[in-house]
């Protein structure tokens, strides 16, 4: 296994204390492991490797997992790696594979060597060998920047049936926007192709130059007269960045966009709840994850919890007390789920069943939950006290 260090180091130091600031410690900071894999490659007519980072559990677990491509790839798989580490940690995207296709020598992009070989190279044998190798679901999404950007989008033209996201980074489009334009197009209008995702970024017209801000529009304007049937497209500024620079930041907005299907509804309010389809629009949305990404479709606690306290706070408070019901059914070792029921209840005045709600939250919580939690909950559990008090 390959030992993946990030290209920095972590100085440790004390500042005003000459004695202690003397001892300065130097510590390398490592973000996980990868493997290296050599391939002889035909297409290229060259040695090229693989590095391959796998999710944590992944020996453990019998699951398969969506896969991470990323076109010159030893300049883009440490910040990969840390983006969706994070993201996956907030429920924002899915564990994944990454894959970085690394470059010969660091000396040439990869689209330099021939759109049409360096696709080979990816079709019949990256992509052959990761397949063949790792527990794949064959949801794939790729990642490129400048040259590596456009063959990212080219391929979304060209040959859609390999990836299902596409993110891309400071393309050079000046010279073929129309002509992949017109390949989307037609792409679009066959049944057979399926929903697919693409996020595009540009910094400014003084970083890229005249020639790629002019495409890039063109590329944008066309895609908003007359939009593609089934690409959810997200484009995107990143006006306080250079060429060089927008790979990071594009990434990270970019890896987000493309996994939205993924990612839990959150509403700022019940109309925009209702406009979301309610229930229902929850539940569709539940199904088609569940197909996606093939895992569970039933609701997630976090999310019916996130509902039910929106429901109480817009002053619906049936429709939070059936959710809350439903929590605390589903989930009875849950204790947030009994602590809002006793909350509903509170609301409702309906003191007796408010304290035994809060009574059970308080109870679980000195099991599972953290002191904050658990110090939350009793206070919940003393105001209804406190009322019933008042009240005899």
């Known amino acids: 296994m390959l030992k993946i260090l990030p290209p920095f180091l972590l100085i440790v130091a004390c500042i005003g204390l000459p004695a202690i600031a003397s001892n300065v410690v130097k510590e390398t900071i490592s973000i996980g492991e990868a493997s290296r894999i050599p391939i ?27 896969v991470l491509y990323l076109i010159d790839g030893s300049r883009h798989f440490n910040h990969a790696i840390s983006s969706t580490q994070l993201l996956q940690k907030q429920q924002r995207v899915p564990e994944l594979i990454i894959v970085a296709i690394s470059n010969k020598d660091n000396m040439l992009h990869d689209p330099e060597h ?13 992509m052959t060998y990761v397949n063949k190798n790792y527990r794949t679901t064959g949801l794939n999404t790729l990642f490129g920047h400048t040259r590596a ?67 890039f529009n063109n590329f944008v ?23 060089m620079t927008t790979s990071i930041p594009a990434f990270y907005n970019g890896i987000t966009h493309v996994f939205s299907s993924y990612q839990a509804p959150r509403f700022a309010s019940y109309r925009a709840y209702l406009d979301f389809g309610g229930m229902q629009g929850m539940e569709a949305h539940y199904n088609k994850r569940a197909k996606i990404y093939g895992i569970d479709k039933n609701i997630p606690e976090k999310t019916l919890l996130n509902l039910a306290s929106l429901l109480l706070n817009e002053g619906k408070t049936e ?74």
């Open 319 to 392: 429709e939070s007390l059936n959710v809350f019901l439903t929590l605390t059914n589903d989930f009875p070792e849950s204790a947030a789920s009994f602590s809002g029921l006793g909350q509903v209840y509170h609301s409702m005045k309906q003191y007796d069943k408010s304290i035994i709600a809060h009574q059970k939250a308080v109870s679980l919580s000195t099991k599972l939950n953290p002191d904050w939690q658990q110090e939350r909950f009793q206070s919940r559990l003393n105001k209804v006290n406190e009322i019933v008090q008042l009240l005899n």
């Open 149 to 215: 950007g456009w063959l990212t989008i080219e391929l979304l033209a060209s040959h859609p049936e390999l990836f299902r996201n596409y993110i891309s980074a400071s393309a050079p489009l000046q010279y073929d926007q129309i002509d992949i334009y017109n390949k989307i197009i037609a792409n679009s209008k066959t049944k057979k192709t399926p929903d697919k995702s693409l996020y595009f970024t540009l910094s400014n017209e003084a970083e890229e130059s005249k020639l790629y801000s002019d495409a």
């Open 221 to 243: 304007k066309l895609l908003t007269e007359n939009p593609p049937k089934n690409l959810d497209w997200h484009y995107e500024f990143l006006t306080n960045h250079t060429h």
């Open 114 to 126: 021939g759109k049409e070989k360096f696709t080979l190279f990816i079709k019949n044998e990256v």
């Open 40 to 66: 002889d490659s035909k297409a290229l007519a060259e040695n090229r490797s693989l590095l391959i980072y796998l999710p944590d559990n992944y020996s453990e677990s019998k699951k398969s997992y969506p």
